[in-house]
């Protein structure tokens, strides 16, 4: 079974740029998650979707920040206009919508902002 | 300020040694998880513990939860080089396993 992939790996752009992170959960998993890592700091949660839902987006930082779930599958993070400070790693987790289920994470895109 | 702290914040063992990590938090935790991470890689699960006084062991690797359900401690026996990697303690705070809040991590570097 495919785990958790996100596209692309690495992205460097400049400040003021747009960029899209792709998410593409297990298939079948419900709850899909963003997290991010700023260096230094410990991951943060940003939004959580259910199906195709924002169940909780109170961890996105400003209006520059916009995600999608288009048909409850794959999901989507546009940074428009980037800044430095979103520079980090951000994590895609999904799990099954059943309470204590582990989330399950991908392996990250690491994104610079120069 | 920091929801969950973590220690020590890195670790350099020599192989064959026991190890311990610590996750403690200041408000009692509904769900509290263990990941390791390897540089370039996802988190991978380890356990998860929910309920107070619980343990859970997995291969090398026991995990134990307080009474309290306010700290935890990830306990490694015998440790191997495959040990080696990043180890963070996730904890659902509000009840059902939604979001998540992290501790910054343990470094664990485990010498041949």
């Known amino acids: 079974e495919a785990g958790v992939t996100q596209f692309p790996s690495h992205s460097v752009i400049e400040k003021g740029q747009t960029v899209t992170l792709r998410c593409d959960p297990i298939?079948?998993?419900?709850?899909l998650y963003w997290y991010r890592r700023v260096m230094g700091k410990e991951i943060k949660f940003l939004l959580h979707?259910?199906?195709?839902?924002?169940?909780?987006e109170s961890g996105m930082p400003n209006n520059r920040f916009l995600a999608e779930r288009t048909g409850g599958t794959y999901s989507t993070l546009k940074v428009q206009p980037a800044e430095l400070e979103d520079s980090g790693v951000y994590f895609c987790a999904s799990s099954q919508l059943r309470q204590w289920d582990e989330q399950f994470f991908g392996p990250g895109t690491r994104l610079t902002v120069l | 300020s920091q929801e969950l702290e973590q220690s020590p914040q890195s670790l350099i063992v020599q192989e064959g040694k026991n190890l311990t990590i610590n996750c403690t938090s200041s408000k009692t935790l509904y769900g509290l998880y263990w990941y390791k991470q390897k540089y370039g890689e996802g988190l991978i699960f380890l356990m998860m513990l929910q309920k107070g006084g619980e343990e859970k062991s997995h291969e090398k690797i026991t995990a134990k939860l307080d009474e309290k359900k306010q700290q935890s401690s990830l306990h490694i026996t015998a440790s191997q080089p495959s040990h080696a990697g990043i180890y963070l303690c996730?904890?659902?705070?509000?009840?059902?396993?939604?979001?998540?809040?992290f501790g910054k991590g343990t470094k664990l570097t485990v010498n041949p």
């Open positions: 979707f259910v199906k195709e839902s924002k169940q909780d």
């Open positions: 298939s079948g998993h419900d709850n």
């Open positions: 996730g904890a659902d705070k509000q009840g059902g396993s939604e979001k998540l809040v």
